[in-house]
């Protein structure tokens, strides 16, 4: 099928570099992170993944999330975007390690005619990556394959759902070992997207928002 038009929009802006960035992942920045981003940090490995986007069984626009399976990781049970950490097979292409990790964890193969370029790196204090996530779309909902060792779901999270820009993240209770406290995080089919993958989130919200992707797929 032909692109909607606002996945050119999108596209034009990301490979020219005018992803919203750091502001808008502070809407969904948790307590006690840096106030500004870590750009001057020169620790920690690379990792690559992928922000899907695609139609849910509805035909509105939505993100795939997967959650991660319980395998005591420091990430474990969480919702995240397919990705992972770069291989030596990647040679140095993060955007390659996205896209192998996709088809590795959620069973999606993604061309790299549908990447619609990079939104902006994160560190992630806990696991000591920092992570480069990618945009990309799929014009129909993708046939799943779960890896279970690693993936116990997948979810879609329709865009039209999340806090415009605009508006305020809701204030969420999280677990985090013996500790439960509040941070920025949106409920997903009973289990809360919060931390790094939330701020990325935002900023693919705020993205979407400004190339003016509406809430329903067949209408663009």
Do not use: Y
């Not at 038009?5 to 750091?22: D, V, Y």
């Amino acid at each position: 099928m032909e692109a909607p038009e606002a996945i050119g929009t999108m596209s034009a802006m990301l490979k020219r570099g005018r992803a919203p960035g750091w502001k808008a992942q502070l809407k969904a920045c948790p307590p006690g992170r840096p106030s500004v981003p870590e750009a001057e940090h020169g620790h920690g490995r690379n990792a690559g993944v992928m922000a899907l986007l695609c139609p849910d069984q509805c035909g509105r626009w939505s993100v795939v999330l997967m959650l991660r399976a319980q395998d005591g990781s420091p990430h474990s049970g969480q919702l995240s975007f397919p990705g992972g950490a770069e291989e030596p097979g990647d040679h140095g292409d993060l955007l390659t390690t996205a896209l192998r990790e996709c088809q590795e964890e959620v069973g999606v193969s993604v061309h790299t005619s549908h990447v619609l370029g990079p939104l902006t790196p994160l560190f992630i204090p806990p696991s000591q990556f920092w992570v480069h996530p990618f945009v990309a779309w799929s014009p129909t909902t993708p046939a799943f394959l779960l890896q279970a060792s690693e993936v116990a779901d997948v979810l879609l999270l329709p865009l039209d759902d999340l806090p415009s820009v605009d508006q305020s993240w809701p204030s969420q209770k999280v677990h985090v070992g013996s500790n439960t406290w509040k941070t920025p995080g949106f409920e997903v089919s009973g289990h809360i997207l919060w931390g790094a993958t939330a701020m990325m989130v935002a900023e693919l919200k705020e993205a979407c928002d400004r190339a003016g992707f509406g809430p329903s797929f067949a209408a663009l």
